[in-house]
């Protein structure tokens, strides 16, 4: 059965902290893993990674993925307290015409001031 | 076994012309999402619904509306089609009744639009 295991569930930093969230997956027909922030409504989409060792950047978000070692890792640095949400880990496979994404439950991040 | 259906899988408009996509789950899902995929940019959230006459703009809503009048069908509008709206369009449902447990977004097949 596919799975994607997100860790930790939960994290409760300080601002300028730099946190390090964990992505796991078990899918048959890997094609692309996504990380996603979730607030209060739907997801925001932070990165598609597709290749191993290559990292994505977007300002103080980075992402890695190891497709040998089936995991990503999401990195966050100098955290604000705008930060604060449920991060989405999801990957995505070629099952059906257009693939299906299986999410992980999430870590929640609380950045405190 | 989940169904998500696409109206179209390919279409054809031209700049200006008003354009319907529609969704439509069997699985009796609240929540239902548009997206499209562009080469380099993964998928980027349109708008998506809670559920029945609900609606949240995504990442992208600029020259896009949505209808959900029936918990089963999503419509995705363009009002004036432009050229920078072709793209392939995917429709996804989500039964989001336990919070975290078990977020599996089911995508239809998908419509690629072309905008002349």
């Known amino acids: 059965e596919d799975k994607v295991v997100q860790s930790p569930l939960s994290l409760v930093v300080h601002e300028g902290d730099t946190v390090t969230l964990n992505c796991s997956y078990e899918?048959?027909?890997?094609?692309?893993l996504l990380w996603y922030k979730q607030e209060k409504k739907a997801p925001t989409f932070l990165f598609m990674l597709t290749s191993s060792g290559i990292e994505k950047k977007s300002g103080r978000l980075s992402s890695i993925l190891d497709k040998k070692e089936l995991f990503s890792i999401l990195n966050i640095t100098a955290t604000q307290t705008g930060d604060s949400a449920v991060y989405l880990c999801a990957v995505r496979n070629y099952g059906g015409s257009q693939g299906n994404l299986i999410f992980g439950k999430g870590t929640k991040l609380s950045v405190k001031p | 076994d989940v169904k998500v259906t696409q109206s179209s899988r390919y279409l054809v408009k031209r700049t200006g012309e008003k354009v319907f996509l529609e969704c439509v789950q069997d699985?009796?899902?609240?929540?239902m999402f548009w997206y499209r995929q562009d080469p380099g940019l993964g998928l980027r959230l349109i708008y998506f619904?809670?559920?029945?006459?609900?609606?949240e703009k995504g990442d992208i809503p600029e020259g896009y509306s949505v209808s959900r009048e029936k918990k089963e069908r999503f419509s995705l509008i363009l009002e004036s089609a432009s050229t920078n709206q072709t793209s392939m369009y995917l429709c996804?449902?989500?039964?989001?009744?336990?919070?975290?447990?078990?977020?599996?977004?089911?995508f239809g097949p998908g419509t690629r639009l072309l905008v002349l």
């Open positions: 619904s809670y559920d029945v006459k609900m609606k």
């Open positions: 996804a449902s989500r039964d989001w009744t336990s919070g975290r447990e078990g977020e599996t977004q089911y």
């Open positions: 899918v048959t027909n890997f094609r692309s």
């Open positions: 699985m009796d899902h609240e929540n």
